[in-house]
Protein backbone atom coordinates (compact mmCIF):
# COMPACT_ATOMS: atom_id res chain seq x y z
CA UNK A 1 0.00 0.00 0.00
CA UNK A 2 2.20 2.66 1.35
CA UNK A 3 4.66 1.93 -2.02
CA UNK A 4 1.69 2.54 -4.51
CA UNK A 5 1.39 6.66 -3.60
CA UNK A 6 4.62 7.85 -4.66
CA UNK A 7 4.08 5.98 -7.98
CA UNK A 8 0.98 8.03 -8.50
CA UNK A 9 2.34 11.39 -7.81
CA UNK A 10 4.98 9.90 -10.34
CA UNK A 11 2.12 9.41 -12.76
CA UNK A 12 1.46 12.37 -12.54
CA UNK A 13 3.96 14.23 -12.37
CA UNK A 14 4.82 12.65 -15.99
CA UNK A 15 1.65 13.50 -17.02
CA UNK A 16 1.79 17.53 -16.26
CA UNK A 17 5.41 17.49 -17.87
CA UNK A 18 3.96 15.51 -20.84
CA UNK A 19 1.21 17.96 -20.73
CA UNK A 20 3.78 20.77 -20.94
CA UNK A 21 6.61 19.32 -23.78
CA UNK A 22 3.32 18.76 -25.79
CA UNK A 23 2.39 22.38 -25.63
CA UNK A 24 5.47 23.25 -26.50
CA UNK A 25 6.24 21.19 -29.20
CA UNK A 26 2.31 22.34 -30.73
CA UNK A 27 3.54 25.94 -30.29
CA UNK A 28 7.15 24.54 -32.09
CA UNK A 29 4.90 23.44 -34.57
CA UNK A 30 2.97 26.15 -35.27
CA UNK A 31 5.37 28.44 -35.64
CA UNK A 32 8.07 25.54 -38.03
CA UNK A 33 5.05 25.50 -40.29
CA UNK A 34 4.09 29.29 -40.70
CA UNK A 35 7.34 30.04 -41.19
CA UNK A 36 7.78 27.38 -44.11
CA UNK A 37 4.54 28.41 -45.33
CA UNK A 38 5.02 32.03 -45.05
CA UNK A 39 8.52 31.72 -47.11
CA UNK A 40 7.69 29.38 -49.58
CA UNK A 41 4.36 31.96 -49.69
CA UNK A 42 6.18 35.11 -50.15
CA UNK A 43 9.22 33.57 -52.18
CA UNK A 44 6.42 32.60 -54.99
CA UNK A 45 4.41 35.65 -54.72
CA UNK A 46 7.57 37.98 -55.16
CA UNK A 47 8.99 35.95 -57.96
CA UNK A 48 5.82 35.31 -60.17
CA UNK A 49 5.48 39.28 -60.13
CA UNK A 50 8.66 39.89 -60.87
CA UNK A 51 7.85 39.62 -64.50
CA UNK A 52 8.61 42.88 -66.33
CA UNK A 53 8.01 42.16 -69.93
CA UNK A 54 4.54 42.48 -69.96
CA UNK A 55 2.20 45.03 -71.82
CA UNK A 56 -0.40 46.26 -70.01
CA UNK A 57 -4.22 47.46 -71.05
CA UNK A 58 -4.23 51.33 -71.44
CA UNK A 59 -4.67 54.20 -68.57
CA UNK A 60 -2.83 51.31 -66.38
CA UNK A 61 -1.11 52.40 -63.33
CA UNK A 62 2.37 51.76 -62.98
CA UNK A 63 3.35 48.15 -62.71
CA UNK A 64 4.10 48.43 -59.12
CA UNK A 65 1.03 49.79 -57.87
CA UNK A 66 -0.95 48.14 -60.85
CA UNK A 67 0.16 44.80 -59.36
CA UNK A 68 -1.60 45.66 -55.95
CA UNK A 69 -4.81 47.71 -57.52
CA UNK A 70 -5.93 45.01 -59.97
CA UNK A 71 -8.45 42.84 -58.23
CA UNK A 72 -8.67 40.10 -61.29
CA UNK A 73 -11.93 40.92 -62.19
CA UNK A 74 -11.95 40.52 -65.72
CA UNK A 75 -13.85 43.24 -66.79
CA UNK A 76 -11.45 45.30 -68.84
CA UNK A 77 -11.24 41.60 -71.53
CA UNK A 78 -14.81 41.66 -71.23
CA UNK A 79 -15.45 45.13 -72.52
CA UNK A 80 -12.58 44.51 -75.44
CA UNK A 81 -14.54 44.48 -78.23
CA UNK A 82 -11.63 43.08 -80.33
CA UNK A 83 -10.74 40.18 -77.99
CA UNK A 84 -6.98 41.94 -77.62
CA UNK A 85 -6.53 41.12 -73.80
CA UNK A 86 -6.54 37.99 -71.18
CA UNK A 87 -6.47 37.62 -68.15
CA UNK A 88 -2.87 35.61 -67.47
CA UNK A 89 -3.03 31.51 -67.11
CA UNK A 90 -1.49 29.50 -64.75
CA UNK A 91 1.57 28.41 -67.11
CA UNK A 92 1.56 32.00 -69.23
CA UNK A 93 4.65 33.03 -66.76
CA UNK A 94 3.02 36.22 -65.99
CA UNK A 95 1.31 37.50 -62.80
CA UNK A 96 -1.45 35.27 -62.56
CA UNK A 97 -5.11 36.49 -63.46
CA UNK A 98 -3.89 40.04 -64.58
CA UNK A 99 -4.98 41.46 -67.78
CA UNK A 100 -2.16 41.40 -70.60
CA UNK A 101 -2.06 41.93 -74.65
CA UNK A 102 0.70 40.33 -77.17
CA UNK A 103 0.48 42.60 -80.14
CA UNK A 104 1.81 40.02 -82.24
CA UNK A 105 -1.25 38.23 -81.78
CA UNK A 106 -3.86 40.52 -81.32
CA UNK A 107 -2.51 44.18 -81.13
CA UNK A 108 -5.03 47.08 -78.93
CA UNK A 109 -7.02 48.76 -81.77
CA UNK A 110 -6.89 52.25 -80.07
CA UNK A 111 -11.04 52.17 -79.57
CA UNK A 112 -12.01 55.96 -79.48
CA UNK A 113 -14.15 55.40 -76.80
CA UNK A 114 -11.84 53.20 -74.51
CA UNK A 115 -13.95 50.69 -73.17
CA UNK A 116 -11.70 48.71 -71.53
CA UNK A 117 -10.72 51.50 -68.68
CA UNK A 118 -14.08 53.22 -67.23
CA UNK A 119 -15.33 49.82 -66.42
CA UNK A 120 -12.28 48.70 -64.19
CA UNK A 121 -13.83 49.01 -60.55
CA UNK A 122 -10.68 49.52 -58.27
CA UNK A 123 -8.91 52.03 -60.57
CA UNK A 124 -5.82 49.69 -61.69
CA UNK A 125 -6.34 51.32 -65.12
CA UNK A 126 -7.05 55.19 -64.18
CA UNK A 127 -9.39 56.69 -66.29
CA UNK A 128 -7.68 60.41 -65.98
CA UNK A 129 -4.45 59.11 -67.18
CA UNK A 130 -6.34 58.63 -70.20
CA UNK A 131 -8.20 62.17 -70.15
CA UNK A 132 -7.70 65.27 -71.49
CA UNK A 133 -9.64 67.92 -71.81
CA UNK A 134 -12.51 66.83 -69.55
CA UNK A 135 -12.79 63.77 -72.93
CA UNK A 136 -11.30 60.37 -73.18
CA UNK A 137 -8.34 60.43 -75.20
CA UNK A 138 -6.21 57.10 -76.01
CA UNK A 139 -4.29 58.82 -78.15
CA UNK A 140 -1.91 60.06 -74.86
CA UNK A 141 -2.04 56.04 -73.56
CA UNK A 142 1.02 54.92 -72.94
CA UNK A 143 0.74 51.24 -73.17
CA UNK A 144 4.13 50.77 -74.13
CA UNK A 145 6.92 51.59 -76.91
CA UNK A 146 7.70 50.07 -80.03
CA UNK A 147 11.28 49.59 -80.31
CA UNK A 148 12.80 48.79 -84.16
CA UNK A 149 15.71 46.55 -84.34
CA UNK A 150 17.52 47.65 -87.64
CA UNK A 151 19.61 44.58 -88.43
CA UNK A 152 17.01 42.73 -89.09
CA UNK A 153 13.99 45.67 -90.45
CA UNK A 154 14.07 45.15 -94.08
CA UNK A 155 13.53 48.60 -94.73
CA UNK A 156 17.35 49.43 -93.59
CA UNK A 157 18.49 46.41 -95.54
CA UNK A 158 17.19 48.81 -98.79
CA UNK A 159 13.98 47.13 -99.42
CA UNK A 160 11.09 49.29 -99.35
CA UNK A 161 8.54 48.45 -96.80
CA UNK A 162 6.72 50.69 -94.69
CA UNK A 163 4.31 48.39 -93.37
CA UNK A 164 4.62 49.67 -89.95
CA UNK A 165 4.20 53.11 -90.86
CA UNK A 166 0.87 52.58 -92.81
CA UNK A 167 -0.60 50.42 -89.62
CA UNK A 168 0.29 53.48 -87.29
CA UNK A 169 -2.89 54.77 -86.36
CA UNK A 170 -0.73 57.89 -84.85
CA UNK A 171 0.52 58.04 -88.54
CA UNK A 172 3.37 60.58 -89.02
CA UNK A 173 3.21 60.89 -85.99
CA UNK A 174 4.60 58.06 -84.05
CA UNK A 175 6.37 56.48 -86.65
CA UNK A 176 8.25 58.52 -89.36
CA UNK A 177 9.82 57.61 -92.57
CA UNK A 178 13.49 59.21 -92.75
CA UNK A 179 15.15 59.30 -96.42
CA UNK A 180 18.90 58.43 -96.03
CA UNK A 181 20.97 58.06 -99.75
CA UNK A 182 21.90 54.36 -100.74
CA UNK A 183 25.69 54.54 -101.58
CA UNK A 184 25.38 50.64 -102.74
CA UNK A 185 23.29 51.77 -105.69
CA UNK A 186 24.36 55.07 -105.91
CA UNK A 187 20.51 56.17 -106.67
CA UNK A 188 18.22 54.96 -104.35
CA UNK A 189 16.94 55.47 -101.07
CA UNK A 190 16.92 53.83 -98.03
CA UNK A 191 13.37 54.27 -96.29
CA UNK A 192 13.91 53.94 -92.82
CA UNK A 193 10.90 53.66 -90.33
CA UNK A 194 11.80 55.88 -86.82
CA UNK A 195 10.01 55.57 -83.54
CA UNK A 196 8.78 58.68 -81.50
CA UNK A 197 8.12 57.43 -78.14
CA UNK A 198 6.25 61.18 -77.48
CA UNK A 199 3.06 60.12 -79.52
CA UNK A 200 3.99 56.21 -79.54
CA UNK A 201 1.34 54.58 -77.54
CA UNK A 202 2.46 50.96 -77.49
CA UNK A 203 -0.82 49.66 -79.32
CA UNK A 204 1.61 47.56 -81.24
CA UNK A 205 -0.20 47.44 -84.97
CA UNK A 206 3.13 48.32 -86.09
CA UNK A 207 4.14 44.73 -84.53
CA UNK A 208 1.34 43.05 -85.92
CA UNK A 209 1.63 44.06 -89.26
CA UNK A 210 5.52 43.56 -89.49
CA UNK A 211 6.11 41.40 -92.36
CA UNK A 212 9.63 40.02 -91.39
CA UNK A 213 9.33 36.03 -89.64
CA UNK A 214 9.86 37.33 -86.19
CA UNK A 215 8.28 41.19 -85.99
CA UNK A 216 11.19 43.34 -86.35
CA UNK A 217 9.10 46.34 -84.59
CA UNK A 218 8.35 44.97 -81.20
CA UNK A 219 6.85 46.93 -78.29
CA UNK A 220 8.14 46.46 -75.15
CA UNK A 221 6.68 48.22 -71.79
CA UNK A 222 8.20 52.08 -71.61
CA UNK A 223 10.01 51.05 -68.21
CA UNK A 224 12.07 48.48 -70.15
CA UNK A 225 12.21 50.21 -73.68
CA UNK A 226 13.56 53.43 -72.44
CA UNK A 227 16.74 54.99 -70.85
CA UNK A 228 16.65 58.07 -68.73
CA UNK A 229 19.04 61.30 -68.85
CA UNK A 230 18.75 62.24 -65.32
CA UNK A 231 19.25 65.34 -63.86
CA UNK A 232 23.06 65.97 -64.83
CA UNK A 233 22.35 66.67 -68.17
CA UNK A 234 19.75 69.70 -69.67
CA UNK A 235 19.26 70.70 -73.18
CA UNK A 236 20.73 73.92 -72.51
CA UNK A 237 19.30 75.33 -76.09
CA UNK A 238 15.74 74.21 -75.21
CA UNK A 239 14.26 76.55 -72.56
CA UNK A 240 11.56 74.14 -71.92
CA UNK A 241 13.66 71.26 -70.75
CA UNK A 242 14.53 73.37 -67.43
CA UNK A 243 11.41 71.92 -65.79
CA UNK A 244 12.52 68.51 -66.00
CA UNK A 245 15.30 69.29 -63.72
CA UNK A 246 13.19 72.11 -61.91
CA UNK A 247 13.31 69.83 -58.05
CA UNK A 248 16.75 67.97 -59.10
CA UNK A 249 18.49 66.81 -56.05
CA UNK A 250 22.35 66.07 -56.42
CA UNK A 251 22.69 64.79 -52.92
CA UNK A 252 26.12 64.48 -51.03
CA UNK A 253 29.07 63.51 -51.89
CA UNK A 254 30.94 60.63 -49.83
CA UNK A 255 33.95 60.02 -52.05
CA UNK A 256 37.07 62.02 -50.93
CA UNK A 257 38.91 63.81 -52.93
CA UNK A 258 42.12 62.63 -53.99
CA UNK A 259 45.11 65.14 -52.43
CA UNK A 260 48.04 64.19 -54.72
CA UNK A 261 48.13 66.89 -57.59
CA UNK A 262 47.52 65.79 -60.99
CA UNK A 263 51.16 66.23 -62.09
CA UNK A 264 52.23 63.76 -59.20
CA UNK A 265 50.22 60.74 -61.04
CA UNK A 266 52.73 61.54 -63.91
CA UNK A 267 55.98 61.69 -62.21
CA UNK A 268 55.22 59.09 -59.35
CA UNK A 269 56.44 55.67 -60.69
CA UNK A 270 57.85 54.64 -57.04
CA UNK A 271 55.17 51.54 -57.17
CA UNK A 272 56.04 49.99 -60.24
CA UNK A 273 59.58 49.07 -58.59
CA UNK A 274 60.13 46.95 -55.65
CA UNK A 275 61.96 47.78 -52.67
CA UNK B 1 -38.48 9.17 -56.64
CA UNK B 2 -40.38 12.08 -54.91
CA UNK B 3 -39.06 11.41 -51.53
CA UNK B 4 -35.13 11.15 -53.10
CA UNK B 5 -35.42 14.43 -54.64
CA UNK B 6 -36.91 15.81 -51.14
CA UNK B 7 -34.09 14.23 -49.41
CA UNK B 8 -31.84 16.17 -51.90
CA UNK B 9 -33.62 19.64 -52.46
CA UNK B 10 -31.33 21.59 -51.04
CA UNK B 11 -28.28 19.86 -52.49
CA UNK B 12 -29.90 19.95 -55.67
CA UNK B 13 -30.72 23.88 -55.38
CA UNK B 14 -26.69 24.62 -54.29
CA UNK B 15 -25.42 22.79 -57.54
CA UNK B 16 -28.32 24.68 -59.36
CA UNK B 17 -26.75 28.20 -58.01
CA UNK B 18 -23.21 27.34 -58.16
CA UNK B 19 -23.60 26.39 -61.99
CA UNK B 20 -26.12 28.80 -62.77
CA UNK B 21 -23.72 31.46 -61.88
CA UNK B 22 -20.85 29.51 -63.27
CA UNK B 23 -23.03 29.65 -66.57
CA UNK B 24 -24.21 33.19 -66.15
CA UNK B 25 -20.30 34.56 -65.82
CA UNK B 26 -19.05 32.29 -68.80
CA UNK B 27 -22.20 33.57 -70.71
CA UNK B 28 -21.23 37.55 -70.30
CA UNK B 29 -17.63 36.68 -71.57
CA UNK B 30 -18.43 34.35 -74.41
CA UNK B 31 -21.75 35.95 -75.31
CA UNK B 32 -21.64 39.21 -74.04
CA UNK B 33 -24.88 38.65 -71.56
CA UNK B 34 -25.57 41.31 -69.67
CA UNK B 35 -27.06 39.69 -66.50
CA UNK B 36 -23.44 38.65 -64.14
CA UNK B 37 -20.00 40.21 -65.54
CA UNK B 38 -16.96 40.15 -64.21
CA UNK B 39 -15.58 36.89 -62.20
CA UNK B 40 -15.99 35.92 -58.14
CA UNK B 41 -13.38 38.89 -57.38
CA UNK B 42 -15.10 41.44 -58.58
CA UNK B 43 -18.40 41.64 -60.77
CA UNK B 44 -21.23 43.50 -61.68
CA UNK B 45 -24.97 42.37 -61.14
CA UNK B 46 -27.40 43.76 -64.09
CA UNK B 47 -24.76 46.24 -65.26
CA UNK B 48 -25.48 47.97 -62.24
CA UNK B 49 -24.75 46.67 -58.65
CA UNK B 50 -21.18 46.30 -58.62
CA UNK B 51 -20.14 43.64 -56.14
CA UNK B 52 -16.55 42.16 -54.79
CA UNK B 53 -14.24 40.11 -52.91
CA UNK B 54 -13.81 41.88 -49.71
CA UNK B 55 -10.91 40.05 -48.59
CA UNK B 56 -9.15 40.60 -52.16
CA UNK B 57 -10.04 44.60 -51.11
CA UNK B 58 -8.23 43.95 -47.22
CA UNK B 59 -5.24 42.74 -48.89
CA UNK B 60 -5.45 45.32 -51.45
CA UNK B 61 -5.73 47.44 -48.40
CA UNK B 62 -2.85 45.68 -46.49
CA UNK B 63 -0.65 46.28 -49.56
CA UNK B 64 -1.32 49.76 -49.79
CA UNK B 65 -3.26 50.50 -52.82
CA UNK B 66 -6.00 53.05 -53.10
CA UNK B 67 -9.15 51.78 -52.29
CA UNK B 68 -11.27 52.79 -55.20
CA UNK B 69 -15.38 54.10 -54.52
CA UNK B 70 -16.63 51.48 -56.62
CA UNK B 71 -14.84 48.70 -55.22
CA UNK B 72 -16.12 49.90 -51.84
CA UNK B 73 -19.71 50.02 -52.46
CA UNK B 74 -19.01 46.27 -54.03
CA UNK B 75 -17.37 45.12 -51.10
CA UNK B 76 -20.30 46.71 -48.75
CA UNK B 77 -23.08 44.85 -50.71
CA UNK B 78 -21.06 41.38 -50.23
CA UNK B 79 -20.26 41.68 -46.65
CA UNK B 80 -24.11 42.76 -45.95
CA UNK B 81 -25.52 40.16 -48.37
CA UNK B 82 -23.72 37.25 -46.58
CA UNK B 83 -24.62 38.69 -42.93
CA UNK B 84 -27.48 38.41 -43.38
CA UNK B 85 -27.68 34.85 -44.73
CA UNK B 86 -24.62 33.78 -43.74
CA UNK B 87 -20.86 33.78 -44.30
CA UNK B 88 -20.15 30.79 -45.56
CA UNK B 89 -22.76 30.15 -47.80
CA UNK B 90 -20.31 31.49 -50.29
CA UNK B 91 -18.71 28.60 -49.77
CA UNK B 92 -21.61 26.23 -50.17
CA UNK B 93 -24.13 28.01 -52.29
CA UNK B 94 -21.32 29.99 -55.11
CA UNK B 95 -17.63 28.41 -54.67
CA UNK B 96 -16.87 26.66 -57.66
CA UNK B 97 -14.59 24.75 -55.32
CA UNK B 98 -17.07 23.03 -53.12
CA UNK B 99 -18.18 20.59 -55.89
CA UNK B 100 -14.67 19.33 -56.14
CA UNK B 101 -14.53 18.88 -52.19
CA UNK B 102 -17.76 17.36 -51.97
CA UNK B 103 -17.03 14.92 -54.62
CA UNK B 104 -13.59 14.06 -52.27
CA UNK B 105 -15.77 13.75 -49.11
CA UNK B 106 -18.48 11.82 -51.06
CA UNK B 107 -15.73 9.03 -52.01
CA UNK B 108 -14.52 9.06 -48.70
CA UNK B 109 -17.28 8.27 -47.27
CA UNK B 110 -17.82 5.72 -49.88
CA UNK B 111 -14.71 4.05 -49.77
CA UNK B 112 -14.71 4.16 -46.10
CA UNK B 113 -11.72 6.29 -45.40
CA UNK B 114 -13.59 8.12 -42.29
CA UNK B 115 -14.00 4.39 -40.55
CA UNK B 116 -10.00 4.19 -40.69
CA UNK B 117 -8.78 7.70 -40.29
CA UNK B 118 -11.01 8.59 -37.72
CA UNK B 119 -9.28 12.17 -35.96
CA UNK B 120 -8.01 14.31 -38.57
CA UNK B 121 -4.42 15.43 -38.30
CA UNK B 122 -4.62 19.06 -38.56
CA UNK B 123 -6.34 21.75 -36.60
CA UNK B 124 -8.95 23.97 -38.52
CA UNK B 125 -7.53 27.25 -37.36
CA UNK B 126 -4.96 26.93 -39.59
CA UNK B 127 -7.34 28.90 -42.05
CA UNK B 128 -7.07 31.87 -39.50
CA UNK B 129 -3.47 31.55 -39.37
CA UNK B 130 -3.23 31.92 -42.99
CA UNK B 131 -5.20 35.25 -43.23
CA UNK B 132 -2.68 36.69 -40.87
CA UNK B 133 -0.09 35.55 -43.26
CA UNK B 134 -1.51 36.41 -46.19
CA UNK B 135 -1.96 40.24 -44.70
CA UNK B 136 1.92 40.23 -43.74
CA UNK B 137 2.61 39.04 -47.06
CA UNK B 138 0.25 41.31 -48.86
CA UNK B 139 2.16 44.39 -46.64
CA UNK B 140 5.34 43.68 -46.73
CA UNK B 141 5.56 42.50 -50.68
CA UNK B 142 2.99 45.55 -51.62
CA UNK B 143 1.17 43.04 -53.65
CA UNK B 144 -2.59 40.79 -52.99
CA UNK B 145 -0.85 37.83 -51.81
CA UNK B 146 -3.58 35.36 -51.83
CA UNK B 147 -4.72 36.54 -54.97
CA UNK B 148 -1.98 35.43 -56.92
CA UNK B 149 -2.08 31.81 -55.35
CA UNK B 150 -5.51 31.39 -54.70
CA UNK B 151 -7.15 28.07 -56.48
CA UNK B 152 -10.42 29.10 -56.32
CA UNK B 153 -10.01 32.16 -58.81
CA UNK B 154 -7.74 30.03 -60.60
CA UNK B 155 -10.55 27.63 -61.13
CA UNK B 156 -13.53 30.25 -61.31
CA UNK B 157 -11.01 32.23 -63.64
CA UNK B 158 -10.40 29.16 -65.66
CA UNK B 159 -13.97 28.35 -66.66
CA UNK B 160 -14.78 31.95 -67.45
CA UNK B 161 -11.46 33.20 -69.34
CA UNK B 162 -10.03 29.79 -70.10
CA UNK B 163 -8.01 27.23 -67.58
CA UNK B 164 -4.50 27.15 -68.96
CA UNK B 165 -2.95 25.11 -66.39
CA UNK B 166 -5.55 25.44 -63.73
CA UNK B 167 -6.54 21.84 -64.09
CA UNK B 168 -3.64 21.34 -61.54
CA UNK B 169 -5.51 23.35 -59.04
CA UNK B 170 -8.72 21.66 -59.05
CA UNK B 171 -6.76 17.89 -59.28
CA UNK B 172 -4.38 18.69 -56.40
CA UNK B 173 -7.35 19.83 -54.15
CA UNK B 174 -9.06 17.08 -55.04
CA UNK B 175 -6.49 14.33 -54.07
CA UNK B 176 -6.06 16.56 -51.04
CA UNK B 177 -9.22 16.47 -49.55
CA UNK B 178 -9.47 12.39 -50.95
CA UNK B 179 -6.50 11.29 -48.93
CA UNK B 180 -4.46 13.35 -46.83
CA UNK B 181 -7.15 15.82 -45.05
CA UNK B 182 -10.96 15.48 -44.61
CA UNK B 183 -12.30 18.55 -45.60
CA UNK B 184 -8.78 19.68 -46.01
CA UNK B 185 -8.90 23.03 -48.46
CA UNK B 186 -12.54 24.15 -47.61
CA UNK B 187 -12.11 23.54 -43.66
CA UNK B 188 -9.21 23.72 -42.76
CA UNK B 189 -6.51 26.14 -44.99
CA UNK B 190 -8.64 28.00 -47.14
CA UNK B 191 -8.56 32.14 -45.46
CA UNK B 192 -11.93 33.04 -47.64
CA UNK B 193 -13.56 30.18 -46.06
CA UNK B 194 -12.25 31.77 -42.54
CA UNK B 195 -12.91 35.21 -43.77
CA UNK B 196 -16.35 34.13 -44.16
CA UNK B 197 -16.42 32.38 -40.99
CA UNK B 198 -15.94 35.43 -39.49
CA UNK B 199 -18.30 37.68 -41.11
CA UNK B 200 -21.02 34.86 -40.59
CA UNK B 201 -20.24 35.19 -37.04
CA UNK B 202 -23.33 38.10 -37.17
CA UNK B 203 -25.34 36.08 -39.99
CA UNK B 204 -29.25 35.87 -39.36
CA UNK B 205 -30.29 32.52 -40.83
CA UNK B 206 -29.33 29.77 -38.64
CA UNK B 207 -29.80 25.58 -38.57
CA UNK B 208 -31.55 24.86 -35.40
CA UNK B 209 -31.50 21.96 -33.53
CA UNK B 210 -34.31 19.80 -31.65
CA UNK B 211 -33.52 17.85 -29.22
CA UNK B 212 -37.05 16.67 -28.67
CA UNK B 213 -37.05 15.10 -32.21
CA UNK B 214 -33.42 13.61 -32.84
CA UNK B 215 -33.02 10.10 -32.39
CA UNK B 216 -29.38 10.25 -32.37
CA UNK B 217 -28.61 8.31 -35.60
CA UNK B 218 -25.96 10.98 -36.45
CA UNK B 219 -26.39 10.94 -39.96
CA UNK B 220 -26.17 14.93 -39.66
CA UNK B 221 -22.58 14.58 -38.03
CA UNK B 222 -21.54 12.22 -41.58
CA UNK B 223 -22.00 14.27 -43.81
CA UNK B 224 -21.21 17.90 -42.47
CA UNK B 225 -17.89 19.18 -43.55
CA UNK B 226 -17.95 21.52 -40.29
CA UNK B 227 -18.55 19.05 -37.67
CA UNK B 228 -17.38 21.17 -35.07
CA UNK B 229 -20.27 23.09 -35.35
CA UNK B 230 -22.74 20.32 -34.43
CA UNK B 231 -21.53 20.04 -30.73
CA UNK B 232 -25.05 20.51 -29.54
CA UNK B 233 -26.77 17.59 -31.60
CA UNK B 234 -28.45 14.97 -28.92
CA UNK B 235 -27.36 17.34 -26.15
CA UNK B 236 -29.41 20.75 -26.30
CA UNK B 237 -32.22 22.53 -28.80
CA UNK B 238 -29.88 25.66 -29.53
CA UNK B 239 -29.19 26.91 -32.87
CA UNK B 240 -26.05 26.57 -34.58
CA UNK B 241 -23.91 29.44 -33.30
CA UNK B 242 -20.70 29.63 -35.28
CA UNK B 243 -19.88 31.13 -38.21
CA UNK B 244 -18.05 28.08 -39.33
CA UNK B 245 -20.95 26.28 -40.42
CA UNK B 246 -22.19 27.20 -44.31
CA UNK B 247 -25.44 26.55 -44.38
CA UNK B 248 -25.38 23.99 -46.57
CA UNK B 249 -28.10 22.05 -45.05
CA UNK B 250 -27.06 19.06 -45.90
CA UNK B 251 -27.97 17.92 -42.24
CA UNK B 252 -31.55 19.55 -42.64
CA UNK B 253 -32.01 16.73 -45.28
CA UNK B 254 -30.25 14.36 -44.46
CA UNK B 255 -32.45 14.31 -41.19
CA UNK B 256 -35.07 11.91 -40.89
CA UNK B 257 -36.88 12.93 -37.38
CA UNK B 258 -36.99 16.78 -38.28
CA UNK B 259 -34.72 17.47 -35.56
CA UNK B 260 -32.71 20.41 -37.75
CA UNK B 261 -34.12 22.97 -39.44
CA UNK B 262 -33.14 26.90 -40.99
CA UNK B 263 -34.39 29.39 -38.82
CA UNK B 264 -33.96 33.39 -38.36
CA UNK B 265 -31.95 34.51 -35.41
CA UNK B 266 -33.69 37.08 -33.71
CA UNK B 267 -36.77 34.90 -33.77
CA UNK B 268 -34.99 32.03 -32.10
CA UNK B 269 -34.23 35.12 -29.33
CA UNK B 270 -37.84 36.21 -29.19
CA UNK B 271 -39.16 32.79 -29.05
CA UNK B 272 -37.10 31.74 -26.47
CA UNK B 273 -37.76 34.90 -24.53
CA UNK B 274 -41.78 34.17 -24.49
CA UNK B 275 -41.06 30.90 -23.84
CA UNK B 276 -38.47 32.06 -20.68
CA UNK B 277 -41.41 34.78 -19.51
CA UNK B 278 -43.92 31.60 -19.93
CA UNK B 279 -41.84 29.50 -17.32
Known amino acids: MSNNIPEEENKEKEIKSTDRRLFLLNMARTVGLTALGGLVWSAYVDEVTASTLILRPPGALKEKDFLKTCIKCGMCVEACPFDTLFLAKPGDNKPLGTPFFEPRKVPCYMCTDIPCVPVCPTGALDEKSVTSEGKLDIEISEMGLAVIDKESCIAFWGIQCDACYRACPVLGDAISVEYRKNERTGKHAYMEPVVHSDYCTGCGLCEHACVTQKPAIFVLPREVAMGKAGAHYIKGWDKNDEARVKDAYGGTTTTELSKRSALDSLNDSGSLFDD | ?279
Open chain 2, 1 to 279: MISLINKHKYLISRRFTQIGILVLYFGANAYGWNILIGNLSSSLLFGLIPMSDPYAALQMYAAGALIATDLLIGVGIVVLLYMFVGGRVFCSWVCPVNMITDLSNYLRRRFGFNLIQKKQPASRNIRYWVIVMSLVISFSLGVTAFEFISPISMIHRGVVFGLGFGWAAMLIIFLFDLFVLKNGWCGHICPLGGFYSLIGKFSFIRVHHNVDNCTECMKCKEVCSEVQVLHMITKESIPVISGECTNCARCIEVCDDDALNFSIKKLIKNKEESQNEIN
